[in-house]
């Protein structure tokens, strides 16, 4: 099931009153993620999550990751991926603890597959923590 949208922009107050005014999206709640962004609303959904880029020259907007949500256990998830051929980095949301699987196509897209917490995983890194690397 789609989750969420990233959008890295170089003027974040502008994207979020193009999807609040245009669209009627609006800002709500965020885990305390260490960079700055915002997520945007409509209902109780954060469909977009938009990122202020480090590059004000940069003048595009770029798909940061497209995500999804899922019933399935994370490990059962992980070890497809992994049979797969691909890497997944695992990392836990801020505060609320849900799992993050990310996985880089090899077109270069980043997917993020979300689950709510799994007690088998809190020793994954909490996303912005470091670790491995961030995806």
Same mark, same amino acid.
């Given at each position: 099931?789609f989750?969420?949208?990233?959008?890295?922009?170089?003027?974040?107050?502008?994207?979020?009153?193009?999807?609040?005014e /245009?669209?009627?999206?609006?800002?709500g709640? #965020?885990?305390?993620?260490?960079?700055?962004?915002?997520w945007?609303y409509?209902?109780?959904?954060?469909? =977009?999550? !938009?990122?202020?880029?480090?590059?004000?020259?940069?003048?595009?907007?770029?798909?940061?990751?497209?995500?999804?949500?899922?019933?399935?256990?994370?490990?059962?998830?992980?070890?497809?991926?992994?049979?797969?051929?691909?890497a997944?980095?695992?990392? #836990? =949301?801020?505060? #609320?603890g849900?799992?993050? !699987?990310? !996985?880089?196509?090899?077109?270069?897209?980043l997917?993020?597959?979300?689950?709510?917490?799994?007690? /088998?995983?809190?020793?994954a890194?909490?996303?912005?923590?470091?670790?491995?690397?961030?995806?």
């Amino acid at each position: 099931m789609f989750d969420h949208l990233n959008l890295i922009s170089h003027d974040s107050a502008q994207t979020r009153r193009f999807f609040s005014e /245009a669209l009627g999206f609006a800002p709500g709640w #965020r885990p305390p993620f260490p960079f700055p962004g915002e997520w945007l609303y409509r209902g109780d959904d954060a469909f =977009v999550h !938009v990122v202020e880029s480090e590059d004000p020259r940069a003048g595009i907007a770029t798909l940061g990751h497209i995500a999804f949500r899922t019933d399935e256990a994370p490990a059962a998830l992980i070890a497809r991926l992994r049979a797969l051929g691909y890497a997944p980095e695992v990392r #836990r =949301v801020p505060e #609320r603890g849900d799992t993050q !699987v990310f !996985v880089r196509l090899p077109g270069g897209l980043l997917v993020e597959i979300d689950s709510d917490a799994d007690p /088998a995983l809190r020793d994954a890194p909490v996303f912005g923590s470091g670790g491995s690397g961030e995806p």
